[in-house]
């Protein structure tokens, strides 16, 4: 892999954060599941009930997250930035309540090792990967607001598919993005906020 792609791609590092804990006692259930259940129902509740919907409803929907997302981004940097720079003893200890691990290359030892996950650290890739997520929608929305697919996907008869594809995928990155969000505060309230002052 190029290394410039390996350090662009290092903003999804949180995905890559196991525990000690099984799939649906960990932070899969934020990063996937209930998005994907939530995504699921939205999905079908448009299927079977379109009535309700607007004719153009992908089109407002997107239009309605990307001003979200102008007015989150900046309070997930202002986190960010306060976290890593923060000085508490307590953030530079293990996340309390599971076994939180990052594999990570070692130059020395030629080959991957896993390294526990300070408070600090899991905060801010939690933080880091909110922003990330955050910007890129910004930037695929700013160009593909401009670009009209349906006649050539409409004369190939695929039109439906991808439109359905495209709104199954906005509706899970929506809830992914809202459940992470809600995470990342409840985290910020259970665990940092614990933390003594010294």
Known sequence: MFWW???????????????NRGFFQSKRVYEFVVPGAAALAATAIYLLV?????PSFLKIFSASVFQVMVFVVP??????AAL?????????EKLPGSEAQLRLWSNAD??????DVTLRQYAS?????LCSLGIIYVLIY????????SPALTS??????????????????????????????TFLFDKVNKIKVI
Do not use: R
């Open 142 to 149: 700013m160009f593909a607001a401009g670009i009209d697919l």
């Open 125 to 129: 890739l939690l933080f880091g990967y």
């Open 110 to 115: 030629n080959g991957y090792f896993f390294h």
């Open 50 to 54: 379109p009535s309700i919907f607007a």
């Open 75 to 80: 309070f997930h940097l202002a986190a960010l």
């Open 156 to 185: 190939a008869g695929h039109f439906t598919l991808v439109y359905n594809a495209v709104l199954f995928a906005s509706f899970f990155f929506v809830f992914h993005y809202v459940t992470l969000t809600v995470y990342a505060v």
């Open 84 to 92: 890593s720079t923060y000085q508490s003893a307590g953030l530079n």
């Open 5 to 19: 792609l390996s350090e662009l791609l290092s903003c999804l590092k949180f995905i890559a954060i196991t525990g």
